[in-house]
């Protein structure tokens, strides 16, 4: 499939490959086989499924504007969550992002929650790049990265987080 840009409700690859898209807007991803190569903007709304570690991710950056539930270890370029609600992340799985991340609540005083599928179990977050951190409550996290992932305002450590 080659393209511009597409709204597509939900997107599911289980064979051959995506690519040439500019941006997508999106439900759900659900990758099981082939290779999803990123387009430049991607939104996604609800769900973030890579069983198969097949989506790669160029120069793209992936949006999640509302209460994203990530499963499945992906390598992202650049990564923003800004949203009032809860993201959730795969308890055991590890989400690298090599560009920016930017971690935010869609409007102060609210606090956009990051949790594990699974409570008191950690999900991996390695980011190698520039981080925008505030307006987040933490819980069951393990950063990999050697950085300390450092909060500019109004974030709370909910426990059993490593190097934030």
């Known amino acids: 499939m080659e393209g511009n ?7 599911t690859l289980a064979g051959g490959d995506l690519f040439g898209i500019n941006s997508l807007d999106l439900n759900h991803v659900y990758l099981q086989s082939g290779i999803f190569y990123g387009p430049s903007d991607m939104i996604v709304h609800n769900t973030w499924t890579n069983n198969r570690n097949v989506f790669s991710p160029a120069s793209s950056t992936v949006e999640f504007p509302n209460a994203p539930t990530i499963s499945g270890s992906t390598v992202f370029n650049n990564l923003s969550i800004v949203s009032n609600n809860t993201a959730t992340f795969n308890a055991g799985n590890t989400f690298t992002v090599n560009g920016t991340l930017l971690l935010n ?3 102060s005083p609210n606090t956009l929650l990051l949790r594990s599928t699974q409570s008191g179990e950690q999900w991996h977050i390695n980011p190698t790049g520039p981080r925008t951190v505030q307006n987040v409550d933490v819980q069951d ?24």
Do not use: F, K
Not at 150 to 158: G, I, Y
């Open 5 to 11: 840009n597409a709204t597509i409700r939900s997107l």
């Open 105 to 107: 609540s869609a409007s």
């Open 141 to 164: 996290s393990y950063n990999d990265n050697s950085t300390r992932i450092e909060c500019n305002n109004n974030c709370v450590n909910s426990g059993n987080n490593i190097a934030w």
